[in-house]
């Protein structure tokens, strides 16, 4: 049933992504948009990292490229990333959001208003509070929310600013969400919704 | 095609509406805008003033052509920076100015050239090296106030210390404080930056061709748009440039997408700059 997942997370982030998809249950065969908090310069290491402890092929996102199923995409440093309803990714250079460019925030509600309740919306570790409002979002256009539990995340804040704004449908450590993806995606593939 | 159902939400049924009423009754055009980047900013317009449904906003914008003229420039674009990519900037420096020397004369064309940053930041690469004097630079844009803001040439001195640190990345020979001079919070383009730059209201969705031109720089913009006007614009681009022609886009944008592909070589294919190839006769 669920079309797409989305990953937001900052500090400690690449840790914790390293952690999280190699447990994702292969063949993958929706995609994944993953927004980590990014240097503003240079080159980004980011898709080769999460390609290479997945085996999921990830790519940084370009203009109007299609959003395609069993692939992750990463957005490009010092771009906001949105979704258009035609499901291709659209980069925009708009003003920072909560500090942040790319900021999950933007990318989480562009998602949440074309894939609505067919989506998975996962915020991770973080230091700062981006992430909350686009989660709550999320959940307000019915879509799956998961919550990495603070406890286990190296920075808190960004966790903690969504549980006090929602309750999601859980509240887990990576192993927790890893398997609560995969179980959700089996349903999927069973049809049961 | 996507496989996936398009689930348009009754403001976005209401967003077309008031993409065309604007366009009817003003000429401005951006119904093929970027539709997730549009219904942004109108959401947040929105908010701010406690509109109620799209439509109610449709209503003042159609009856009140002041509120109109307010609500414009949360359209454009208005976001850059000085020598933004600076190694893209080094290459031009690099490859493509010891090209341009081989040129008479140059023309420039800055498609939307927003507040001026880049426009500024292209006057100072052709000033070391030795090229500015015989170029005529075209900085253009839909929104007048950000065109003016462009021809001040006055930036908030906060932003300096990143514009200084990409000017030195990007090759820069001099001290990059020799080109402007700091006054309370902001800073001056130099004077001697700005003679040689034309700065024109042209629109890039409903504008023409106005001049012919070796070298257009249009980096960022097209991201706002979608697929069928990057399509359209990329036309034009392609209409205004001689044989040999460059154009330099953002380095995320593409024209891979575009039926004018064909016309155009690479230069650097990941800094997304092309070369024009000659026209047949």
Redesign the interface.
Known sequence: MY?IIVIGTSAGGIDCLKELLPRINKPLEIPIIVIQHLQA?GVSYLPSILSDCSGIKCFE????M?IVDGYIYTP?PN?HL???????L??????RVSYARPSID?TF??VA????NKTIGILLTGANHDGASGLKVIQDVGGYTIIQKPQTAYAKEMPEAALSMMTPDKVLDIEGIAVCINDLLDNKMGGEQ | MSKHEIKLDLEDIEISLLLEGIYQRYGYDFRNYSRAHMKRRIMHRMGKEDFESVSLLQYKVLHDPEYFKSLLPEFSINVTEMFRDPEFFNFLRQEVMPYLASFPRLKIWHAGCSSGEEVYSMAILLKEVGLYDRTTIYATDFNDQILKKAGEGIYPIEAIKDYTRNYIVAGGTEAFSDYYVAKYDSVIMDKSLKENISFLNHNLVTDRVFAEVDLVMCRNVLIYFDRSLQDNVLKLFSESLGSGGVLCLGTKETIDYSSVRKDFLNLDEHLRVYKKKPKHR
Do not use: F, H, R
């Open positions: 079309e310069t996102a370009e203009d109007k299609d490009a771009y949105m979704m258009e309803k035609d499901w291709t659209s980069l925009n250079v708009d003003d933007v509600e562009s208003d074309t894939v609505k």
